[in-house]
T-cell receptor
């Protein structure tokens, strides 16, 4: 069964350092999402791509966060510089259909970030 | 402001009991998903409901989508410790395939 892959699974960094997370969606999935999840809460959308284009990044703190999906396949989320409040689970998800149609999203295992 | 409200936030029950979790909104969704998430893992899809009034069953889990497609419920019969986890609902909007998550219900089933 196809899965969304993420790496690393765990990352510990010091504040002011740069971190990067990688996601490989299910093959053929047009839409890719990055979420941030605080422990015990629901995921919060950071950025949504359709193919290589950003559809929604309204909740992405653009002064320190960046995301790209250059070839419309895998994606990287970067934080520079990391702050203590960035400690969270970062989840990647993908869905098959392009924007404008209802679909189901599938999640990867996540990257647990701890900022010291 | 949370577009989807889930209740209860926390639920602790004994093995064998039944329970219902609710997901409510004032907005209409084109589809709604339920996920279960275990600590340190990503959410795992349980079901997608699309049609108003739709009922889906997955072993001991029964999912219902409201007639107006604004709310949903998850009923678990004879809960087991393996059902322990965070249950999340997510509604799909009509625009740009965007999903709105509830804050989750944390379920603990004690043996």
């Amino acid at each position: 069964e196809a899965e969304v892959a993420q790496s690393p699974r765990y990352k510990i960094t010091e504040k002011s350092q740069a971190v990067a997370f990688w996601c490989d969606p299910i093959s053929g999935h047009a839409t890719l999402y990055w979420y941030r999840q605080i422990l015990g809460q629901g995921p919060e959308l950071l950025v949504q791509f359709q193919d290589e284009s950003v559809v929604d990044d309204s909740q992405l703190p653009k002064d320190r966060f960046s995301a790209e999906r250059l070839k419309g396949v895998d994606s990287t989320l970067k934080i520079q510089p990391a702050e203590l409040g960035d400690s969270a689970m970062y989840l990647c998800a993908s869905s098959l259909l392009a924007s404008g149609r209802a679909d189901t999203q599938y999640f990867g295992p996540g990257t647990r970030l701890t900022v010291l | 402001t949370q577009l989807l409200e889930q209740s209860p936030q926390f639920l602790s029950i004994q093995e064998g009991e039944n329970l219902t979790v609710y997901c409510n909104s004032s907005s209409v969704f084109s589809s709604l998903q339920w996920y279960r998430q275990e600590p340190g893992e990503g959410p795992v899809l349980l079901v997608t409901v699309v049609t108003g009034g739709e009922v889906k069953k997955l072993k001991r889990l029964t999912f219902q989508f409201g007639d107006a497609r604004k709310d949903s419920s998850l009923h678990i019969t004879a809960a087991q410790p393996g059902d322990t986890g965070l249950y999340l609902c997510a509604g799909a909007g009509d625009n740009f395939n965007k999903f709105y998550f509830g804050s989750g219900t944390k379920l603990n089933v004690k043996p």
